[in-house]
């Protein structure tokens, strides 16, 4: 990992784009995928995690459980087992969550259903965590 952050391509000054990337996200996107073992991805709300850092349009999700292609952050599918299936569009992602049942919006992120062991992520928050302090 340390070697990844290192050797990171995108660190000069004027690399960093809020928007289609490359910004934080994709960094943390690049040294994820130099750990395939830890299947993560970042959740849909994390615009420039489809941003080609190293110029391939089409390659493996960083979770390594599916694939991904992307024309340049702008638009893009994303079909993985982790991941879910994911339509991006100008960063913003619409997509169904298939391993954990839940829908991905745009700007809310992922909503998902109830499961035996109670809500999956995000789950409701008490009322009292809501109206903050007294």
């Known amino acids: 990992m340390q070697a990844a952050i290192a050797g990171y391509a995108l660190h000069n000054q004027g690399d960093y784009r809020a928007w289609p990337g490359p910004n934080s996200n994709t960094f943390v996107v690049a040294v994820l995928d130099t750990v395939p073992e830890v299947h993560v991805a970042l959740p849909p709300t994390a615009i420039g ?19 991904a292609l992307t024309l340049g952050g702008y638009a893009g599918v994303t079909l993985g087992w982790v991941e879910g299936i994911e339509v ?3 960063g913003a992602v ?22 035996p062991l109670g809500w999956s992520w995000p789950a409701p928050q008490p009322r009292a965590a809501l109206a903050g302090p007294p």
């Not at 619409?94 to 499961?115: E, I, M, Q, S």
């Open 49 to 67: 995690k489809d941003y080609p850092y190293d110029g391939r349009w089409l390659r493996r999700t960083p979770s390594g459980t599916g694939v």
């Open 88 to 90: 991006n569009l100008l």
């Open 94 to 115: 619409v997509g169904f969550d298939l391993r954990r049942p839940a829908v991905k919006l745009p700007g809310l992120g992922r909503l998902g259903l109830l499961t």
